[in-house]
């Protein structure tokens, strides 16, 4: 999986899995991103967020990542420049292989929904934190489909739409909480921020920070 720094996300592991983590600096894959295209990205890197290690670049990712962790776990004196060519390589490949947005810029097509609509979508959503705002409501403004729109969200940030707008809300709550409205307006900051049923928002406000609404850190 491919999975995005900007949201949390909850991972259930079966009992006896193995995990590989790789984390890679935002900026790095950026700057990799405008030395493959020869272009600067202005709009979030969108990927595909599943794996296929059956397919032909899921093994190619595969037999990198394995070279990878052979160079760290068998140090040599030319370790240090194998290990610099494979992040390279893994990043080029990463992108190749995954990113919607290097296969719109090499195809000339846009993808199902370009990063430009993503952009769009989240800025409609921010504008209007404080008023009812529906699926179709997004879809409609940014010109596509709800199921586009669902499909691009799950692929870009592995939430739903109304998941992102959900989100975004709680961390305006928090951010005016945090500074210094007292326990008894926390139903008056939920409720300006959109939030109507006190009963959700709480429990969900307690799954993304781990604490109280009344009791911010």
């Known amino acids: ?5 900007n949201v949390s996300l909850r991972l259930d592991w079966a009992p006896g899995s193995t995990q590989m983590i790789l984390k890679v600096p935002l900026r790095r894959l950026h700057e990799v ?6 272009t600067h990205a202005s709009e979030p890197l969108c990927f595909d967020r599943e794996i296929d290690l059956d397919s032909v670049d899921g093994q190619q990712w595969n037999a990198l990542m394995r070279y990878f962790c052979e160079q760290l776990a068998h140090p040599s004196p030319l370790s240090m420049p194998k290990i610099r060519m494979t992040e390279e390589a893994m990043m080029r490949h ?3 292989a995954q990113s919607m947005s290097v296969r ?3 195809s000339g097509q846009p993808a199902a929904l370009a990063p430009r609509h993503l952009r769009r979508a989240r800025e409609f959503m921010e504008a209007g934190l404080q008023q009812e705002i529906s699926l179709k409501d ?13 499909r691009a969200f799950q ?7 109304m998941q992102v707008l959900r989100t975004l809300r709680l961390d305006r709550i928090r951010a005016e909480l945090r500074r210094g409205a007292s326990d008894a307006i926390v139903s008056e900051v939920a409720l300006h921020w959109g939030c109507s049923h006190l ?3 709480a429990a969900a406000y307690r799954a993304r920070f781990g604490e109280a609404p009344q009791q911010p850190s």
């Not at 692929?155 to 739409?161: E, I, N, R």
């Open 1 to 5: 999986m491919v999975l995005p720094s």
């Open 33 to 38: 991103y405008d030395d493959l295209t020869g």
């Open 94 to 96: 990463l992108l190749c």
């Open 104 to 106: 719109e810029h090499f």
């Open 138 to 150: 997004i879809a409609d403004h940014c010109g596509v489909s709800i199921r586009s729109l669902s």
């Open 155 to 161: 692929s870009c940030y592995a939430l739903s739409p």
């Open 199 to 201: 009963g959700r928002f």
